[in-house]
């Protein structure tokens, strides 16, 4: 069986492109520089903060003046990008600090450019860190439970978009795993004047302890419910949801997609 990709045996022997390291180097599509690296930076209001992540040894929480001094030498050091996980002061359930315009991380982005203006400025798109619950959608309640309400979440975390792009994000990168939410940032970008900022899409998370250190520096645990509800199973739930899930964003605006893998398994 031959693929325009593979060819067929014998006239296909990728064996023979492996016969050494220097060869093999010489043809790699995959290599990893310093020009590649994103660094996350969590940002709170505040001056001269710098708290520790107790979960996370040698991540801190910054406001944005120390922010503004560790992407600067990051920088300095060659990584070209960063990308901002906000805190905010208040929280409610509506998630009004992931897009109002003196929002922490809308603060934040309009310091770096300022300053920076050649770093590129990733914007984490999510609502778990400004809701009061630590979810990621708007929550009903009733006598069946508690339900994530996916649809109207989508035009929050399109309005956390704009507001991101407004404030002079390069790049806006949702996280929340709501079905839909590439396609209705995308549209909303383009209404607003910003149908240049690309998206940066998670389009696969698979369920992982490796959240509870994040979740404590992001100050997002969820008070109800499992963590990460919509996320993938660790077997993912078959190859084809998958390849389905990255598939899909890229076909509804996402420029790039990634993917947060599962826990290594004994």
């Avoid at 989508?154 to 792009?165: G, I």
Wanted: glycine share 8%.
């Amino acid at each position: 069986m031959s693929s325009p990709l593979t060819g067929q045996f014998p006239t296909y022997r990728p064996r023979r492109l492996r016969q050494s390291p220097a060869l093999r180097r010489l043809v790699a599509e995959t290599r990893l520089s310093i020009e590649q690296l994103v660094l996350p930076l969590f940002v709170r209001p505040g001056r001269k903060v710098r708290r520790p992540v107790h979960a996370m040894p040698g991540v801190l929480q910054f406001s944005p003046d120390e922010l503004l001094r560790e992407a600067s030498q990051a920088q300095e050091l060659g990584v070209p990008a960063v990308l901002l996980f906000g805190i905010p002061d208040r929280k409610d359930e509506k998630a009004s600090g992931a897009y109002a315009r003196r929002g922490i991380v809308q603060q934040a982005v309009r310091s770096l450019k300022k300053e920076l203006p050649d770093l590129i400025v990733i914007t984490d798109v999510c609502l778990c860190e400004y809701m009061s619950h630590g979810h990621c959608g708007i929550v009903r309640r009733n006598k069946s439970g508690v339900h994530i309400l996916n649809d109207p979440t989508l035009k929050l975390l399109a309005r956390a978009a704009v507001s991101h792009a407004d404030a002079g994000a390069d790049v806006v990168a949702p996280s929340d795993m709501m079905d839909g939410r590439v396609r209705a940032i995308r549209a909303a970008l383009d209404q607003n004047g910003f149908a240049e900022t690309p998206i940066i899409s998670y389009a696969a998370k698979f369920v992982s302890a490796l959240y509870g250190p994040f979740r404590e520096a992001a100050e997002s645990a969820p008070q109800f419910n499992h963590a990460v509800l919509g996320a993938l199973g660790v077997g993912g739930g078959g190859i084809t949801e998958l390849l389905r899930c990255p598939v899909s964003t890229l076909f509804t605006g996402s420029k790039r997609s990634s993917v947060i893998p599962p826990p290594p398994t004994p």
